[in-house]
């Protein structure tokens, strides 16, 4: 599950970590405020994985993706 690991350290931790670096608090509402960036960090990371979906899926990669195929992968970018 390396995109929701992508999506959880880029998109939460990195802006986490600088509101308590300047702050020496931590908030809950920061998670809050964080969330849509996770989901729309994921989203962009399956978008990017269609068109590679057919090398992927040849070679035994085994991204959400190939997992879960184009037609779910598609209704979770929509979701998001």
Not at 1 to 25: C, D, F, H, K, S
């Amino acid at each position: 599950m390396g995109e929701l690991n992508a999506a959880v350290l880029t998109a939460l931790l990195v802006p986490l970590t600088g509101y308590v670096l300047q702050t020496n608090r931590f908030d809950p509402i920061v998670l809050i405020a964080c969330a849509p960036l996770v989901l729309i960090y994921l989203a962009m990371i399956l978008t990017f994985e269609f068109p590679d979906y057919p090398a992927d899926k040849a070679i035994g990669k085994r991204n959400i993706t190939v997992r879960i195929g184009v037609q779910r992968a598609a209704c979770c970018t929509t979701c998001c």
